[in-house]
């Protein structure tokens, strides 16, 4: 009897092993047919089954299910990535189960290379499928004007291939302008570590992140060196250079930075500009102007360095008058006259370039208010009443605080 029990047992245990390797054909056949949401509940069931739940090949033949599913959503929104982020962790769990090994067993299936262009059903349905797939998808919503979804399934086209520079640029490029700072860092930081890849423009956004949206200069400047060992020629890494020694301050290694890039790009703007700056800083008022006009002189729309050479020629016109007034009354009788048109020589100076500033950003109020103030001051009532009218129409009658 217990031999007859046993065999029943055995023929049992035969008959439900079997019913679900049934199971598992099915979803095969719907599969191949096209009736996806069957063949998903014949493999979910095949999943949870003792027998056919611990088989990789049951997981392989679901993410295969999943991946179908994706492909053939063409709404592409945020439903369709889940749906291909579920189709991803099947294919990882498949593999992990298989051995984790590309190159042999489940794991050569799962990472079968997928052709483009061969009909559907010849296409693999591996997880390069899946890749490939993902990227065409975040090509439509991008075109479309959807960067968002562009940007997720560019992220899911990258979780599969953290080598394939182009998916990883555009994910990267789109999550910055999405300002979702640290996503973006986590797909540059992978093409930094690509050996062959050209990444310039990449350290340009890392650096950019890091100094602004990370408030970390200490981090951009390490970048910034670390770039240049690469690129040791590229202008604008030069000028991050110098622009982050700035801003640690770093005066001494600043000026050091900015003499050697004159060297070979002497009439780089901006860093004439930078210059100019650090002189001012250090008191050297006549180096920083000669630098500010200079940079003007190479560009004559460059906005800071107008804006930087009349704002030093006020100030030089201000300190005048103040040092006038401090004198003592005899003195000053003496001298007013002579300090007097000194300063007003500067004010007059001072107007070709915030007229330039004024031309190149044509609503800016504070420089209109400025040359109201020179003007007035010059007795040029008929430029000054020009710049009241502007500032009345954009700021209103109210807009005077104060004269200079």
Not at 242 to 259: F, H, P, V
Not at 284 to 308: H, I, L, Q, R, T
């Amino acid at each position: 009897m217990k031999k007859l029990i046993l065999s029943m047992a055995l023929i049992g245990a035969t008959t439900l092993a079997f019913g679900q390797k049934k199971v598992v054909r099915s979803a095969e056949k719907n599969f191949k047919s096209g009736d996806l949401q069957t063949a998903l509940s014949d493999i979910e069931a095949a999943t949870a089954d003792p027998e056919t739940g611990v088989d990789p090949e049951t997981y392989l033949i679901k993410a295969q299910i999943e991946t179908k599913m994706f492909g053939s959503d063409s709404s592409n929104t945020k439903q369709t990535y889940e749906v291909g982020q579920a189709a991803l962790a099947t294919f990882m769990k498949a593999f992990e189960m298989g051995g984790s090994n590309k190159e042999d067993g489940i794991g050569k299936d799962i990472w079968e290379e997928d052709v483009l262009g061969v009909p559907d059903n010849l296409r693999p349905y591996s997880i390069n499928t899946l890749k490939n797939t993902s990227f065409d998808k975040a090509i439509e919503r991008y075109n479309e004007g959807d960067q968002e979804m562009a940007y997720y399934f560019f992220d899911l086209a990258g979780e599969i291939a953290p080598e394939d520079t182009t998916i990883h640029y555009n994910a990267g490029f789109l999550a910055n302008d999405l300002e979702m700072y640290e996503e973006a860092k986590k797909h540059f930081n992978l093409l930094l570590d690509v050996e062959e890849y050209d990444k310039l423009n990449t350290y340009y956004f890392m650096v950019q992140i890091l100094s602004g949206q990370d408030e970390n200069p200490e981090g951009a400047y390490d970048m910034v060196m670390a770039a240049r060992e690469e690129y040791p020629e590229d202008k604008i890494l030069a000028e991050y250079e110098i622009q982050l020694l700035l801003q640690l301050n770093k005066m001494d290694e600043a000026m050091a930075s900015i003499q050697e890039a004159l060297k070979s790009d002497p009439n780089n703007a901006a860093i004439l500009l930078r210059s100019g700056f650090l002189k001012e800083k250090s008191g050297d008022m006549d180096g920083a102007m000669a630098d500010y006009k200079k940079s003007v002189e190479v560009d004559p729309d460059f906005y800071d360095g107008n804006f930087y050479t009349g704002a030093l020629m006020l100030d030089r016109a201000r300190e005048i008058l103040a040092d006038l007034n401090a004198l003592p009354d005899d003195e000053w009788e003496k001298k007013s006259e002579s300090m007097g048109k000194e300063a007003d020589n500067y004010y007059k100076e001072s107007i070709p370039y915030f007229t330039k500033v004024l031309e190149i950003r044509p609503e800016n109020t504070d420089v209109m208010e400025i040359l109201f103030q020179v003007h007035t001051r010059l007795k040029n009532t008929e430029e000054a009443d020009k710049y009241n009218k502007k500032l009345i129409e954009l700021k209103g009658p109210n807009w005077m605080e104060g004269g200079m």
